[in-house]
T-cell receptor, first 116, second 111 residues
Framework: GAGVSQSPSNKVTEKGKDVELRCDPISGHTALYWYRQSLGQGLEFLIYFQGNSAPDKSGLPSDRFSAERTGGSVSTLTIQRTQQEDSAVYLC??????????????FGPGTRLTVT | RKEVEQDPGPFNVPEGATVAFNCTYSNSASQSFFWYRQDCRKEPKLLMSVYSSGNEDGRFTAQLNRASQYISLLIRDSKLSDSATYLCVVISSGSARQLTFGSGTQLTVLP
């Protein structure tokens, strides 16, 4: 079946511009995570959505970052006034928590963001 | 101290070798543990869960030591295709269920 999809796959933007990254989770998955991964680094947790609960935004690095999840499905991560240090791969993952063994995170292919 | 720490490597081993990675975690209340594999410029994928009693999946063995707060991954008879970065993942209780990823250990299996 269809996995997690993300768009765009690559994004090059100028410093100071806003960008929107999109994630389509696996249908029926209630939990959705955003991470970013800088070159050669591990995954940095950004935000977590679970069902209709208030999202856990504790990982967002600054108020320039925000995310929403509409209708419990598609999510967008918005970065305002991008900075060069925002350059990274942004990964989205979904999981079927609460509906089985759970916890296995299915990752999308990521969006490679480059801020020039 | 990082919540989850791994030796970044790289580990360069010949085909057929046995290699082991360790991962330590700081939160004693951590509940669940996993190993993920990430190929170069690809997304992470679940390799195996880590159970309290230890578990094996083919050439891969995972173990958990709660007292010392570490998990391990052993790869026997390593193959060229095992070359990847291995990420340790810990789930801790909190206000929301979060997974904490280690920075990964890079493995290269040499012919």
């Amino acid at each position: 079946g269809a996995g997690v999809s993300q768009s765009p796959s690559n994004k090059v933007t100028e410093k100071g511009k806003d960008v929107e990254l999109r994630c389509d989770p696996i249908s029926g998955h209630t939990a959705l995570y955003w991470y970013r991964q800088s070159l050669g680094q591990g995954l940095e947790f950004l935000i977590y959505f679970q069902g209709n609960s208030a999202p856990d935004k504790s990982g967002l690095p600054s108020d320039r970052f925000s995310a929403e999840r509409t209708g419990g499905s598609v999510s967008t991560l918005t970065i305002q006034r991008t900075q060069q240090e925002d350059s990274a791969v942004y990964l989205c993952a979904s999981t079927s928590e609460g509906t089985g063994p759970g916890y296995e995170q299915y990752f999308g292919p990521g969006t490679r963001l480059t801020v020039t | 101290r990082k919540e989850v720490e791994q030796d970044p490597g790289p580990f360069n081993v010949p085909e057929g070798a046995t290699v082991a990675f360790n991962c330590t975690y700081s939160n004693s209340a951590s509940q669940s543990f996993f190993w993920y594999r990430q190929d170069c410029r690809k997304e992470p994928k679940l390799l195996m869960s880590v159970y309290s009693s230890g578990n094996e999946d083919g050439r891969f063995t995972a173990q958990l030591n709660r007292a010392s707060q570490y998990i391990s991954l052993l790869i026997r008879d390593s193959k060229l295709s095992d070359s990847a970065t291995y990420l340790c993942v810990v789930i801790s209780s909190g206000s929301a269920r979060q997974l904490t990823f280690g920075s990964g250990t890079q493995l290269t299996v040499l012919p």
